[in-house]
T-cell receptor, first 114, second 114 residues
Framework: GENVEQHPSTLSVQEGDSAVIKCTYS??????FPWYKQELGKRPQLIID?????GEKKDQRIAVTLNKTAKHFSLHITETQPEDSAVYFC?????????????FGQGTILTVHP | GAVVSQHPSWVICKSGTSVKIECRSL??????MFWYRQFPKQSLMLMAT?????????EQGVEKDKFLINHASLTLSTLTVTSAHPEDSSFYIC??????????FGPGTRLTVT
């Protein structure tokens, strides 16, 4: 099955700096890569996603890049703000007969210091 | 749009009893819903895939007779934890798939078994 590795496990930045979180996946059939933000005790919220036919996607301060050859994808947050502090999870979906089930990375605790 | 509710938000039960958790997609129909379990400071682990009108597909290591899943309609899936034990205490989160890829999560149910 799919295996997703996420790094770093913790990331501490100053407000205004950029933050980058990286993930690798194992199943070359995976074709959908979402990123979720989860605050303590809350539900994961989809913040951005990318499909395998696209190399990069941007939404305001958030961007995701995908390298299918290397099987890795990254989340980039620019101009970080304290409210960006949360746990971020990457995921990969192999679609097809697996009904699009997601395999999650281990999570990254992002702390943005004012 | 894409709102998923979950009930109850938290529940305390005695060891040996059963608990039912409901997951509803409020503004869309979901033929596929997913059930996850999340232990403190850990990632989301998929337990099972729930498909409307058919039997759920369980992940390896998840006891199907202990975690009963019913997906009776396009907007409702239920998870029943039978004969609960303290080690079943966890945060249970459902998600509903909208379209081919996107999954939206419920707010989660915190189960404590005493």
């Amino acid at each position: 099955g799919e295996n997703v590795e996420q790094h770093p496990s913790t990331l501490s930045v100053q407000e205004g700096d950029s933050a980058v979180i990286k993930c690798t996946y194992s199943d070359s059939a995976s074709n959908y890569f979402p990123w979720y933000k989860q605050e303590l005790g809350k539900r994961p919220q989809l913040i951005i996603d990318i499909r395998s036919n696209v190399g990069e996607k941007k939404d305001q301060r958030i961007a995701v890049t995908l390298n299918k050859t290397a099987k890795h994808f990254s989340l980039h947050i620019t101009e970080t703000q304290p409210e960006d502090s949360a746990v971020y999870f990457c995921a990969a979906s192999s679609g097809g007969t697996s009904y699009g089930k997601l395999t999650f990375g281990q999570g990254t605790i992002l702390t943005v210091h004012p | 749009g894409a709102v998923v509710s979950q009930h109850p938000s938290w529940v305390i039960c005695k060891s040996g009893t059963s608990v039912k958790i409901e997951c509803r997609s409020l503004d869309f129909q979901a033929t596929t819903m997913f059930w996850y379990r999340q232990f403190p400071k850990q990632s989301l682990m998929l337990m099972a895939t729930s498909n409307e009108g058919s039997k759920a597909t369980y992940e390896q290591g998840v006891e199907k007779d202990k975690f009963l899943i019913n997906h009776a309609s396009l907007t409702l899936s239920t998870l029943t934890v039978t004969s609960a034990h303290p080690e079943d205490s966890s945060f249970y989160i459902c998600s509903a798939r909208q379209g081919a890829f996107e999954q939206y999560f419920g707010p989660g149910t915190r189960l404590t078994v005493t």
